[in-house]
């Protein structure tokens, strides 16, 4: 149920007369304050998109005033000039930087955790969680499988909305198959899949093709089995119930696409490559608006368990793993 200026006020703790914004038939409270915990390409792309000046209605309703980066963040990802320049990126959009979680919190409704590093998130999630805070946690959630249901539970035991997915949910072919009520019967999807030591394998690059192959299955899948795991590339098969199989390739040379094929009841779509972060930012917004997560934890869930099972299977020479025992 969509909520009005008034309850979202209240569900979001705003304090003080809420002025109001019209979104199509919507009326909402006016520039909910969201608040970013560390420096990353997200940090700097989401706040060029949601603070823009000439941003359409789809986009109304949020805006990032404040960025928290924690020292000692690990970034594997980043060097500190980068950093340097994502932090520059950030301030010409308005955003602040505070100095302290406590002061992130005060100036903000909403948390989304853009540490590129998933170790840190419970740290990081906890006290927006505490504070009731809805969070957006952008991937990976954390480190292995563990640490992601973790993170889960606590929201789950504390009533607070939470939310995660890769950009690649939200390509326009993928979402219309999604969006038609009638799933794939199986799917063939590529990306990179660039590796860190410190996360489970496919956490860390991998999951953009795998949610984009959930968005075309949908949950359900049962077993997986990496028939294949190299230097340059992976390949994971996934069984879902009625016959349906789902196959994720991943690389790591200079094959830096995404894309797939669907196979639907009368036709083989392809998938199309990645289309930008605006169409995530869009239902990030969403989220904070409506405290209402686009993409349901029980499907989280099991992406991370599908890629954690994967990792299991490489290291059992490619043996069927089962997701109920991850």
Same mark, same amino acid.
């Given at each position: 149920?969509?909520?009005? %200026?008034?309850?979202?006020?209240?569900?979001?703790?705003?304090?003080?007369?809420?002025?109001?914004?019209?979104?199509?038939?919507?009326?909402?409270?006016?520039?909910?304050?969201?608040?970013?915990?560390?420096?990353?390409?997200?940090?700097?792309?989401?706040?060029?998109?949601?603070?823009?000046?000439?941003? !359409?209605?789809?986009?109304?309703?949020?805006?990032?005033?404040?960025?928290?980066?924690?020292?000692?963040?690990?970034?594997?990802?980043?060097?500190?000039?980068?950093?340097?320049?994502?932090?520059?990126?950030?301030?010409?959009?308005?955003?602040?930087?505070?100095?302290?979680?406590?002061?992130?919190?005060?100036?903000?409704?909403?948390?989304?955790?853009?540490?590129?590093?998933?170790?840190?998130?419970?740290?990081?999630?906890?006290?927006?969680?505490?504070?009731?805070?809805?969070?957006?946690?952008?991937?990976?959630?954390?480190?292995?499988?563990?640490?992601?249901? %973790?993170?889960?539970?606590? %929201?789950?035991?504390?009533?607070?909305?939470?939310?995660?997915?890769?950009?690649?949910?939200?390509?326009?072919?993928?979402?219309?198959? #999604?969006?038609?009520?009638?799933?794939?019967?199986?799917?063939?999807?590529?990306?990179?899949?660039?590796?860190?030591?410190?996360?489970?394998?496919?956490?860390?690059?991998?999951?953009?093709?795998?949610?984009?192959?959930?968005?075309?299955?949908?949950?359900?899948?049962?077993?997986?089995?990496?028939?294949?795991? !190299?230097?340059?590339?992976?390949?994971?098969?996934?069984?879902?119930?009625?016959?349906?199989?789902?196959?994720?390739?991943?690389?790591?040379?200079? #094959?830096?696409?995404?894309?797939? !094929? %669907?196979?639907?009841?009368?036709?083989?779509?392809?998938?199309?490559?990645?289309?930008?972060? #605006?169409?995530?930012?869009?239902?990030?917004?969403?989220?904070?608006?409506?405290?209402?997560?686009?993409?349901?934890?029980?499907?989280?869930?099991?992406?991370?368990?599908?890629?954690?099972?994967?990792?299991?299977?490489?290291?059992?020479?490619?043996?069927?793993?089962?997701?109920?025992?991850?």
């Amino acid at each position: 149920m969509l909520k009005t %200026a008034a309850t979202v006020g209240v569900g979001l703790g705003i304090s003080g007369p809420a002025s109001a914004v019209a979104i199509g038939s919507r009326v909402l409270a006016s520039d909910i304050r969201l608040g970013i915990v560390g420096l990353s390409v997200h940090s700097a792309a989401f706040s060029q998109i949601l603070n823009d000046p000439d941003k !359409t209605s789809d986009l109304q309703g949020c805006r990032i005033t404040a960025l928290y980066h924690p020292p000692g963040n690990p970034d594997v990802d980043f060097t500190k000039e980068r950093l340097a320049k994502f932090e520059k990126e950030v301030v010409e959009m308005g955003v602040k930087i505070v100095s302290s979680m406590d002061e992130l919190l005060e100036m903000t409704d909403g948390i989304l955790i853009e540490t590129n590093d998933g170790r840190p998130h419970m740290e990081q999630v906890l006290p927006a969680l505490q504070a009731k805070k809805p969070v957006f946690v952008d991937k990976p959630v954390a480190d292995n499988f563990a640490n992601v249901l %973790a993170i889960y539970k606590k %929201a789950g035991e504390m009533g607070v909305p939470i939310f995660s997915s890769s950009s690649l949910r939200y390509g326009k072919i993928p979402q219309q198959i #999604r969006q038609s009520g009638s799933l794939a019967n199986g799917a063939n999807v590529f990306s990179p899949a660039r590796l860190e030591k410190s996360h489970t394998d496919l956490f860390w690059y991998g999951i953009h093709g795998v949610e984009m192959l959930y968005t075309v299955m949908g949950t359900g899948c049962q077993q997986v089995m990496q028939v294949k795991h !190299t230097d340059t590339e992976d390949v994971v098969i996934g069984y879902w119930p009625d016959d349906r199989m789902g196959v994720y390739r991943g690389f790591r040379d200079d #094959r830096w696409h995404y894309g797939g !094929t %669907a196979f639907l009841k009368d036709s083989n779509v392809q998938l199309g490559e990645f289309e930008g972060y #605006r169409p995530l930012v869009v239902k990030i917004a969403e989220f904070f608006v409506t405290n209402q997560p686009p993409v349901s934890p029980t499907e989280t869930l099991e992406i991370y368990r599908f890629m954690e099972a994967a990792m299991k299977s490489a290291a059992l020479g490619g043996k069927s793993v089962r997701l109920n025992t991850i």
